[in-house]
Nanobody, 120 residues
Framework: QVQLVESGGGLVQAGGSLRLSCATS????????MGWFRQAPGKERAFVAS????????GYADSVKGRFTISRDIAKKTVYLQMNSLKPEDTAIYYC?????????????WGQGTQVTVSS
């Protein structure tokens, strides 16, 4: 079955960095848009970044522009989120997601999430 498995979360001090990984399996994601979302306690899940699997085009939430970078390794079937200059407000569970070609909703597939905690 299709799986998105996140890893790389943890506890880091403000100003530090983390790299999240999303390992995919179960199907080819050619043509899909891959994304990262996050959900902080008491808040709704929010978009962070996205990348077009085939062409590599990217998009970011304003709150992370210039600090986070999304990328993918097609050979490893893995999507990454490099997070620099982390702030306490970045604390959340981070989810990997995949949206099928032509789909208007996020998402067709979700990962289980990985916790990121940024201490001040």
């Amino acid at each position: 079955q299709v799986q998105l498995v996140e890893s790389g979360g943890g506890l880091v001090q403000a100003g530090g960095s983390l790299r999240l990984s999303c390992a995919t399996s179960g199907r080819t994601f050619s043509g899909y848009t891959m994304g990262w979302f996050r959900q902080a306690p008491g808040k709704e899940r929010a978009f962070v970044a996205s990348i077009y699997w085939s062409g590599g085009g990217t998009g970011y939430a304003d709150s992370v522009k210039g600090r986070f970078t999304i990328s993918r390794d097609i050979a490893k079937k893995t999507v990454y989120l490099q997070m620099n200059s982390l702030k306490p407000e970045d604390t959340a569970i981070y989810y990997c997601a995949a949206r099928a070609p032509g789909s208007t909703r996020w998402a067709d597939y979700w990962g289980q999430g990985t916790q990121v905690t940024v201490s001040s």
